[in-house]
């Protein structure tokens, strides 16, 4: 869909409204197809009743205000750290503490089990830890030495 067939702002409570072919859509939510691997592509804006309404290809094709609105709703509503440096990890058993600096400052994880590590790709790997929180490596040739050498014990 062009940006032209629809507009989009913010309510006083700082929801998204979509306006489309003359009817209103409070409520709205942008989500990500692919948040790992092409997190500017393919954006779904979702109804209250989860249905699609609008199907956006890429966010570069967007004005500049649309743009930085859904890009500011989805940073709100996505919280995915990138692990930058593996520090320390306490034991290479599980369940295990992990010291690591990440793109939002150095934190303690938890690792409880061995299956908390997924493989996205050959070298993206996403990490839960004991509280949920999902962390992302996104190359794991990137990270220096020690790092991944801790980390080849886990995988």
């Given at each position: 869909m062009k940006q032209s067939d629809f507009r989009l702002h913010?309510?006083?409570?700082?929801?998204?409204v979509l306006t489309m072919a003359e009817r209103v859509y409070e409520a709205?939510?942008?989500?990500?197809s692919f948040p790992?691997?092409?997190?500017e592509d393919g954006i779904a804006l979702v109804g209250a009743g989860g249905s699609e309404l609008v199907w956006i290809d890429t966010l570069e094709d967007l004005p500049d205000d649309v743009r930085l609105l859904l890009e500011?709703?989805?940073a709100s509503r996505e919280f995915t750290p990138e692990i930058r440096r593996i520090r320390h990890v306490s034991t290479f058993g599980?369940?295990?503490r992990w010291q690591v600096e990440t793109d939002r400052g150095d934190v303690t994880l938890v690792l409880k089990v061995e299956e908390d590590i997924r493989r996205l790709s050959a070298s993206a790997l996403l990490i839960a830890d004991s509280h949920g929180v999902q962390y992302l490596i996104?190359?794991?040739?990137?990270?220096?030495?020690?790092s991944r050498r801790l980390?080849?014990?886990f995988l």
């Open positions: 913010r309510d006083p409570f700082g929801r998204l709205v939510i942008p989500v990500r790992i691997s092409a997190p500011e709703e989805l599980t369940p295990s996104r190359n794991t040739a990137a990270l220096d030495k020690i980390l080849d014990h």
